[in-house]
């Protein structure tokens, strides 16, 4: 497994438990696979991209992790104070880069992906970690997986983990992911680590996709045996591509056995469970069980039944604000839900 993180802070105003879609005004449905003009100011995309950050740091205190979007800023003694302190660390999470994608959506996800690990390299303190959520290339062809691994190779982390997704293993049954990440990994990729206390367990939901994501009875009997080891007070990160949740079955944006998997976690005083796929960002609560979405750093997609289909969703230029939203998440206490505050690109421009 290839192994090379960092933290982000956000506005606190508490939320009771609720689902939180950040791209929820569609200016326009997916694209088709015409390659004329689309009017799009490339230039201004890639700008937007850069200044979003399409990524999240998480910092790790006292066993409960805080996210932070890589625009947000702050003052330099207020991002030191997110830093690795009394223990703490932090660790980033991008998802979806799609490198070998080229339709009107985004013409240059080498670039976009280059923006989101130039963010990274401008944090002040370095990441422990890094989890890539999936569709790291868009094929599954080898080139596609060198360049991503090249443009990865240069963020500024400690570790990098990696989880596949759908794109990841379609075409050649993941032969290209596992040769590269699968060191280490348990049965059709599959693994768990200890970081600092914390327990991360990376899953691989796309290995008998079908139209949602599905584990597997031998993945799920190996999560129920990994986590019978932990400590009910150990804080536990489990990451994949497709959510673990039902976020929409009608696009299969959800994992047909994940309610199994998620009985195991509920013990747990802490838990976070993170993944891709969808392209945008999506918050929920449940108990003690925070879940996460993250945004791809290649190109949205539209938010739950806005368009007929999902699918790479082409904005306008003077759009792209409007649909690149943020979600700005924090922790309040060990118990406590998260707090969610909803912004647009355009609410913050």
């Known amino acids: 497994m290839v192994k090379q993180t960092r933290p982000h802070e956000m506005p606190e105003t508490v939320a009771d438990t609720t689902v939180s879609v950040a791209n929820s005004s569609v200016a326009n449905g997916p694209e088709t696979d015409s390659q004329d003009s689309d009017g799009i100011d490339r230039r201004g995309f890639l700008s937007c991209m850069a200044w979003a950050g399409t990524g999240l740091i998480w910092t790790v205190a006292g066993g409960v992790p805080t996210s932070k979007l890589f625009a947000a800023t702050g003052s330099a003694a207020d991002r030191g104070a997110h830093g690795q302190q009394n223990g703490s660390f932090s660790f980033a999470q991008i998802s979806d880069s799609h490198i070998g994608f080229n339709k009107a959506a985004n013409q240059d996800v080498t670039g976009t992906l280059k923006l989101a690990i130039d963010k990274i390299n401008g944090l002040d303190a370095e990441p422990e970690l890094l989890l890539h959520t999936g569709d790291i290339t868009q094929s599954s062809k080898p080139a596609e997986f060198d360049t991503a691994v090249e443009v990865i190779k240069g963020a500024r982390t400690g570790n990098v983990f990696y989880v596949p997704g759908e794109h990841d293993t379609a075409l050649d049954d993941g032969a290209q992911y596992h040769e590269r990440f699968g060191s ?166």
């Open 184 to 349: 280490g990994t348990v049965g059709r990729g599959w693994y768990s680590f200890d970081h600092k206390g914390v327990h991360f367990v990376g899953l691989n939901n796309v290995v008998q996709i079908d139209a949602m994501g599905k584990l597997g009875a031998d993945q799920v009997g190996w999560l129920k045996s990994d986590l019978a080891g932990q400590s009910g007070s150990t804080p536990i990160v489990v990451f994949a591509h497709i959510p673990l949740w039902m976020v929409y079955p009608d696009w299969g944006w959800g994992t047909e056995d994940g309610a199994e998997a998620l009985s195991y976690l509920k013990r747990f005083g802490s838990v976070t469970v993170l993944n891709g796929h969808i392209h945008q960002v999506v918050q929920k609560v449940e108990g003690n069980v925070a879940f996460h979405t993250a945004a791809s750093t290649a190109f949205p997609q539209p938010a739950p039944g806005a368009a007929p289909h999902s699918g790479p969703m082409v904005v306008p230029a003077g759009k792209l604000k409007s649909v690149l939203g943020v979600t700005n998440v924090k922790y309040i206490g060990r118990r406590g839900p998260l707090a969610v505050v909803d912004s647009s690109l355009a609410d913050l421009s």
